[in-house]
């Protein structure tokens, strides 16, 4: 049964499509399982009944909306969805006359793994209670708190300027249980170099430099990225750990001031590579006001270089 909220995506973006207000509406459809959603373009009032809200709507779309810079469209935004667009229009990759932003509450994500943790991989359902979700466990239901789901990203939830909207829908839910965004950096950050050097070893040495970070993330948007290898250069197919370590390094720095936390990378990483930390670490720099590199949560240069020689 679809949600009140489901169901008011899917009337607003039938009428938007059916009025000509717009050519494309950009949300979710649903997956090839329960706990995967996709992004979703419906063109007609009739395609707006494929869209879909749920407790894994958890991917920022506006990486796909980049695909639609062209042509009128609308988008449903989640907070922290919404912060990548002011973000991209601040740098003119989107022109905000062609645009309708419907703002949509959200008490935060769920990560689809914990879920199946909790529900020994037998997840038969999924529905929003209130603070608690609904795991539908075989022939069993089971009451979890919603808070001890929720993706990492989710943890200090931005707030999106209010004035961003052309409308909104529902009302504003409780904000997601404040955390600390930078827990993982601190605790990284407390580690011997060695120890943070071995860290980023054991998760960079799985790195193949399929570049899936680099081509989900909505900020990276340069046409020719001098960071990439070819995929014949013998760097890359040796996969040295110096070619591995620059790549990661400078397409932080190169974020630095871009990044809005929203976690694609390390969510799309087939190789499950902690890669929002080294991003996070930059962003606490610049909060603090500092930047020093004998704190990095991953090696300097010159530990890189030994390790390698």
Same mark, same amino acid.
């Given at each position: 049964?679809?949600?009140?909220?489901?169901?008011?995506?899917?009337?607003?973006?039938?009428?938007?499509?059916?009025?000509?207000?717009?050519?494309?509406?950009?949300?979710?459809?649903?997956?090839?399982?329960?706990?995967?959603?996709?992004?979703?373009?419906?063109?007609?009032?009739?395609?707006?009944?494929?869209?879909?809200?749920?407790?894994?709507?958890?991917?920022?779309?506006?990486?796909?909306?980049?695909?639609?810079?062209?042509?009128?469209?609308?988008?449903?935004?989640?907070?922290?969805?919404?912060?990548?667009?002011?973000?991209?229009?601040?740098?003119?990759?989107?022109?905000?006359?062609?645009?309708?932003?419907?703002?949509? $509450?959200?008490?935060?994500?769920?990560? +689809?793994?914990? *879920?199946? /943790?909790?529900?020994?991989? #037998?997840?038969?359902? &999924?529905? %929003?209670?209130?603070?608690?979700?609904?795991?539908?466990?075989?022939?069993?239901?089971?009451?979890?708190?919603?808070?001890?789901?929720?993706?990492?990203?989710?943890?200090?939830?931005?707030?999106?300027?209010?004035?961003?909207?052309?409308?909104?829908?529902?009302?504003?839910?409780?904000?997601?249980?404040?955390?600390?965004?930078?827990?993982?950096?601190?605790?990284?950050?407390?580690?011997?170099?060695?120890?943070?050097?071995?860290?980023?070893?054991?998760?960079?040495?799985?790195?193949?430099?399929?570049?899936?970070?680099?081509?989900?993330?909505?900020?990276?948007?340069?046409?020719?990225?001098?960071?990439?290898?070819?995929?014949?250069? $013998?760097?890359?197919?040796?996969?040295? +750990?110096?070619? *591995?370590? /620059?790549?990661?390094?400078? #397409?932080?720095?190169? &974020?630095? %001031?871009?990044?809005?936390?929203?976690?694609?990378?390390?969510?799309?990483?087939?190789?499950?590579?902690?890669?929002?930390?080294?991003?996070?670490?930059?962003?606490?720099?610049?909060?603090?006001?500092?930047?020093?590199?004998?704190?990095?949560?991953?090696?300097?240069?010159?530990?890189?270089?030994?390790?390698?020689?």
């Amino acid at each position: 049964m679809a949600s009140l909220i489901e169901q008011q995506i899917r009337t607003r973006a039938s009428a938007l499509l059916a009025e000509g207000w717009i050519d494309v509406f950009v949300g979710y459809r649903q997956g090839a399982t329960l706990l995967r959603v996709a992004p979703f373009a419906a063109r007609t009032p009739a395609e707006a009944d494929r869209l879909v809200w749920n407790p894994v709507c958890g991917p920022n779309l506006v990486g796909t909306l980049r695909k639609y810079a062209g042509q009128r469209a609308g988008v449903a935004l989640k907070a922290c969805d919404a912060c990548t667009v002011v973000e991209l229009l601040r740098l003119h990759q989107l022109d905000r006359e062609r645009l309708y932003l419907i703002g949509v $509450p959200c008490q935060g994500m769920v990560d +689809p793994d914990r *879920v199946v /943790a909790v529900a020994a991989g #037998r997840v038969t359902s &999924l529905v %929003e209670d209130g603070a608690e979700v609904l795991i539908g466990a075989g022939n069993e239901t089971l009451r979890h708190p919603r808070a001890a789901l929720l993706l990492a990203k989710c943890a200090g939830c931005p707030a999106a300027p209010p004035d961003l909207y052309d409308e909104t829908l529902g009302e504003a839910p409780p904000a997601p249980p404040a955390g600390d965004r930078f827990a993982a950096v601190r605790a990284l950050e407390a580690l011997a170099p060695a120890e943070r050097l071995a860290f980023w070893r054991q998760h960079f040495s799985r790195c193949t430099l399929c570049y899936a970070c680099q081509t989900v993330c909505p900020l990276c948007f340069c046409k020719e990225c001098a960071l990439t290898l070819e995929r014949d250069d $013998p760097r890359r197919l040796a996969r040295e +750990p110096a070619s *591995v370590f /620059a790549y990661h390094l400078m #397409r932080a720095f190169h &974020l630095a %001031e871009r990044c809005t936390g929203c976690d694609e990378c390390e969510r799309v990483c087939p190789e499950d590579i902690p890669l929002s930390l080294i991003c996070r670490k930059l962003e606490l720099d610049r909060l603090e006001g500092t930047s020093r590199v004998a704190a990095l949560p991953f090696p300097a240069p010159s530990e890189v270089a030994g390790e390698v020689s």
